[in-house]
């Protein structure tokens, strides 16, 4: 029997975690509108049994050591944090070490990755933020005033219940097993620097597919679009690319923002680009430049690929870059089948590439790359996989976070 979907888990840890809520509420109503429902019953029966309540109270009570109020209430919730327990184990959680799948990693994330990310989202984060909300500003609080031990331990096993069952809510990611590199449909790319794209038109076939350098002047020298033609080949052949989003930016690429429009000589390198890779891989292109009417380049009967632009407004700026592809089409087919996405990590700036990865890491989008200063060798030999998730993400931002505070304090001594 395989895991039910995030849903049907939301719902069983929603009711799962109701029943100690309610085994409060019963519980307070019997202790405080015991009279009142007495009331209810005619006089003598009411009066009798009204005495015997008082009698029940200044007898019987204080003989105990230790008060009854809320053990109900305990009990249902040390069950819940039981069997919460159990199902954050059979959801893949494992006991202590320090792996992406052991519970230790889950609870450090929980907050961030779960609870603030589910309250934004969803009506189940907003369930966890009501119980959280009561039972640590009200129960909690009026527990220890009270210095009732019932209501203490019951308090605390919810507040644990409802962290193991979010646990089973999200299952532990699997290990991730050797895999070959996924071919998709969509392919992101950000466009380099265009500096020696003009080497295009002096190398063969053969010479962009293996990322060989090309003769400049007697010098062998790199060039900057071999590696999105490296990437199209891979994700073509025996594969689904059927679409490039190629992010180009004000600085490098165009000659205005609004409208967005490609400084002329950056056209006519790419429209060369084009040329050659359609005949290369026996495939149409449909290019559609920003502003401009959509060209069509085909060199035989293949399928076609449609070439679409992002406008970059900033190229060293993460944030507005990430709200660039955000505002994108890009996003839309995230939401739609985020593994048929793929960025490629090569060309473009670090903070494009950094921006395109926080990108690649929702759902099961992928990301990929170009190996460094390595020529000459097949595409399955040059590209590698970089796929990431929220928990190498915690990384990524811990390494961000001390490398913005080594600048700051070396711009204090400076």
């Known amino acids: 029997m395989g895991m039910p979907g995030r849903t049907a888990r939301k719902l069983v840890s ?35 049994l009204i005495e015997v309540e008082y009698w029940v109270v200044d007898h019987i009570r204080p003989a105990t050591s230790l008060p009854t109020d809320y053990v109900v209430f305990l009990m249902a919730s040390l069950i819940v944090f039981l069997i919460s327990f159990g199902l954050a184990l059979f959801a893949g959680w494992k006991l202590g070490g320090s792996r992406r799948d052991s519970l230790g990693v889950f609870f450090s994330t929980f907050l961030s990755r779960y609870f603030i990310g589910e309250l934004a989202v969803s009506a189940y984060g907003l369930f966890l933020f009501v119980l959280f909300a009561v039972i640590l500003t009200a129960w909690l609080p009026d527990a220890i005033k009270m210095g009732n031990p019932w209501f203490v331990l019951g308090t605390v096993f919810y507040f644990l219940s409802i962290i193991f069952a979010t646990a089973f809510a999200y299952p532990a990611p699997k290990k991730k097993e050797k895999m070959d590199h996924p071919k998709t449909r969509y392919l992101v790319y950000g466009l380099s620097f265009p500096s020696n794209w003009d080497l295009v038109n002096n190398a063969s076939c053969e010479d962009m597919r293996r990322n060989r350098k090309i003769n400049a002047n007697g010098k062998e020298a790199p060039v900057s679009l071999f590696p999105l033609y490296v990437s199209m080949h891979y994700h073509f052949k025996d594969g689904p690319l059927e679409s490039l989003y190629l992010l180009v930016t004000k600085e490098a690429h165009l000659a205005s923002l ?68 955000r505002g994108s089409r890009i996003a839309e087919l995230i939401k739609e089948n985020s593994g048929d996405v793929t960025f490629h990590l090569t060309g473009g700036t670090a903070p494009m590439s950094i921006a395109m990865m926080l990108h690649a890491i929702k759902g099961d989008a992928h990301a990929e790359y170009a190996r460094q200063r390595v020529f000459d060798v097949e595409p399955n030999d040059l590209l590698v996989s970089v796929d990431m998730d929220v928990f190498d993400l915690e990384d990524l931002v811990r390494e961000l976070r001390d490398y913005f505070e080594r600048q700051y304090e070396k711009g204090e001594k400076d």
């Open 14 to 48: 929603s009711l799962l975690l109701l029943t100690p809520a309610v085994a409060m509420f019963l519980e307070n109503a019997a202790l405080m509108e015991m009279e009142s429902f007495f009331k209810w019953l005619p006089e003598d029966i009411a009066t009798h």
């Open 258 to 325: 609004d409208p967005p429009k490609l400084k002329t000589e950056v056209k006519d390198l790419l429209l060369l680009f084009f040329e050659k890779a359609s005949k290369c891989l026996d495939v149409r292109f449909l290019v559609r430049w920003p502003s401009e009417d959509e060209e069509k380049i085909e060199s035989g009967p293949g399928r076609t690929i449609t070439v679409n632009f992002v406008p970059i407004r900033d190229s060293n700026d993460v944030r507005m870059i990430f709200q660039d592809i």
